[in-house]
């Protein structure tokens, strides 16, 4: 089948009517995309849980831990008896 073919069965298709939509389409279609939103949402507010939930574990720690201060140093010995 040349190109020239190919375009020429492609417009009869596109010209054509479109075949018949089964009636109980529309319903399995609102059924399934319903279903996939509810999954999504789902999905949604556990990430954002996980996420509070991580951000709390951290404070926590940081709270506990106090990374940011300096460690006391443990080289040279503290100076007695002067």
């Known amino acids: 089948m040349s190109r020239r073919d190919r375009e020429g069965a492609a ?3 596109m010209e054509g009517t479109p075949p018949p ?3 109980d389409l529309y319903v399995e279609v609102v059924r399934r995309g319903s279903r996939m939103m509810r999954r999504r949402r789902a999905v ?3 990430m954002w849980l996980l996420l509070v939930a991580a951000v709390v574990v951290f ?3 940081a709270a506990t831990v106090q990374p940011w201060v300096e460690p006391p140093s443990e080289t040279t010995p503290p100076v ?3």
Request: charge should be positive.
């Open 44 to 46: 949604r507010r556990l």
């Open 59 to 61: 404070a926590v720690w």
């Open 21 to 23: 939509v089964p009636p």
């Open 11 to 13: 417009r009869r298709l």
């Open 80 to 82: 007695t008896g002067w």
